[in-house]
C-alpha cells in the first residue's frame, strides 16, 4: 500500500472533491465525510453513528469499518487512552494497522472550532471539545502517531493548509507520495512506550470512559510532554 488519504469533517475537506484519484491507493473517510466524494473505500464510523447519515448505496469495492473491526487495532498499537479518542486518530491507527501504508494523509482532521462552521456540512458536535482525558493534548497524541507511523516506516502528512492541531508536515498531493517519516529521538521514544506499560490505562473494549476514574490527568499529560519531545515537529 503507498498513499491512503483519511477524509476528516473539517470545512478545508471539501478542497479534495476536484483532487485526482491517482496519488492515492485508497481512501478512507471518517463519519460524515463519505459525502466529499463518491470514489472512497472504506468508511468509519463508532457505533453510534446515526443511520440515517449512513450511505444508501454502496459500492462493491466500498467498505464500512465499525468498533469490532478497528478497536482490536487500535489495541494493538497502544489503545485508546495513549491514542487520542477522536475518530481521526483512530481512523489513522486503523489504517496504519489494517492496511500498512507508506502514507497516510489526511484532510478535514484539524480540529480547531474558532468558527461558527465547525463541519463541511455546517455545524456539529466537537469531539475534542468535550471532556475527555484522553485529550488533554491533541498535538501530543498526533506527535504519538506520527511517532508510532515512522516506526513502521510510514509519514503523517496533513494536507490541509489552515491552523491545525495536528503537528504533521503539510503536504499536497501531488507530493503526498514523496513524503518520508520523520527522524525519531529513539530514546525518547522507548521512554514514553515505557511510561505507558507502567501506567498501564489499558482498555481492551476501547470503552476508556468507563474506567475514566482510574487514569490520573497529571500522568497523563507527563507522558503527552514526553511524546511531545519524541518528533521534531512537534
Same mark, same amino acid.
Request: aromatic content about 8%.
Given at each position: @500500500?503507498?498513499?491512503?488519504?483519511?477524509?476528516?469533517?473539517?470545512?478545508?475537506?471539501?478542497?479534495?472533491?476536484?483532487?485526482?484519484?491517482?496519488?492515492?491507493?485508497?481512501?478512507?473517510?471518517?463519519?460524515?465525510?463519505?459525502?466529499?466524494?463518491?470514489?472512497?473505500?472504506?468508511?468509519?464510523?463508532?457505533?453510534?453513528?446515526?443511520?440515517?447519515?449512513?450511505?444508501?448505496?454502496?459500492? +462493491?469495492?466500498?467498505?464500512?469499518?465499525?468498533?469490532?473491526?478497528?478497536?482490536?487495532?487500535?489495541?494493538?498499537?497502544?489503545?485508546?487512552?495513549?491514542?487520542?479518542?477522536?475518530?481521526?486518530?483512530?481512523?489513522?491507527?486503523?489504517?496504519?494497522?489494517?492496511?500498512?501504508?507508506?502514507?497516510?494523509?489526511?484532510?478535514?482532521?484539524? @480540529?480547531?472550532?474558532?468558527? #461558527?462552521? #465547525?463541519?463541511?456540512?455546517?455545524?456539529? #458536535?466537537?469531539?475534542?471539545?468535550?471532556?475527555?482525558? #484522553?485529550?488533554?493534548?491533541?498535538?501530543?497524541?498526533?506527535?504519538?502517531?506520527?511517532?508510532?507511523?515512522?516506526?513502521?516506516?510510514?509519514? @503523517?502528512?496533513? @494536507?490541509?493548509?489552515?491552523?491545525?492541531?495536528?503537528?504533521?508536515?503539510?503536504?499536497?498531493?501531488?507530493?503526498?507520495?514523496?513524503?518520508?517519516?520523520?527522524?525519531?529521538?529513539?530514546?525518547?521514544?522507548?521512554?514514553?512506550?515505557?511510561?505507558?506499560?507502567?501506567?498501564?490505562?489499558?482498555?481492551?473494549?476501547?470503552?476508556?470512559?468507563?474506567?475514566?476514574?482510574?487514569?490520573?490527568?497529571? +500522568?497523563?499529560?507527563?507522558?503527552?510532554?514526553?511524546?511531545?519531545?519524541?518528533?521534531?515537529?512537534?
Amino acid at each position: @500500500m503507498s498513499v491512503v488519504l483519511i477524509l476528516g469533517s473539517g470545512p478545508n475537506v471539501v478542497a479534495c472533491r476536484d483532487w485526482p484519484r491517482d496519488p492515492f491507493e485508497r481512501i478512507v473517510a471518517i463519519n460524515n465525510a463519505w459525502a466529499v466524494r463518491s470514489d472512497w473505500d472504506d468508511l468509519i464510523h463508532p457505533d453510534d453513528f446515526p443511520v440515517e447519515r449512513m450511505p444508501v448505496d454502496i459500492a +462493491a469495492h466500498q467498505r464500512i469499518i465499525r468498533a469490532a473491526d478497528y478497536v482490536p487495532l487500535q489495541n494493538t498499537l497502544g489503545g485508546f487512552v495513549y491514542a487520542g479518542g477522536t475518530m481521526a486518530f483512530t481512523a489513522s491507527y486503523w489504517a496504519l494497522a489494517a492496511l500498512k501504508p507508506r502514507v497516510i494523509a489526511v484532510l478535514g482532521c484539524d @480540529m480547531v472550532y474558532s468558527s #461558527t462552521t #465547525t463541519h463541511f456540512y455546517g455545524t456539529g #458536535t466537537a469531539d475534542p471539545l468535550r471532556e475527555d482525558v #484522553t485529550l488533554r493534548s491533541l498535538e501530543a497524541k498526533s506527535a504519538r502517531l506520527m511517532a508510532i507511523a515512522a516506526r513502521q516506516n510510514c509519514a @503523517m502528512v496533513n @494536507m490541509s493548509s489552515d491552523e491545525s492541531r495536528l503537528v504533521f508536515p503539510r503536504s499536497t498531493p501531488a507530493d503526498a507520495a514523496n513524503a518520508q517519516p520523520l527522524a525519531l529521538n529513539k530514546d525518547i521514544v522507548q521512554a514514553a512506550l515505557a511510561e505507558e506499560t507502567r501506567l498501564n490505562y489499558y482498555v481492551p473494549s476501547g470503552k476508556y470512559w468507563k474506567e475514566e476514574d482510574r487514569f490520573d490527568p497529571t +500522568a497523563i499529560d507527563a507522558l503527552d510532554a514526553l511524546w511531545l519531545k519524541s518528533v521534531p515537529a512537534a
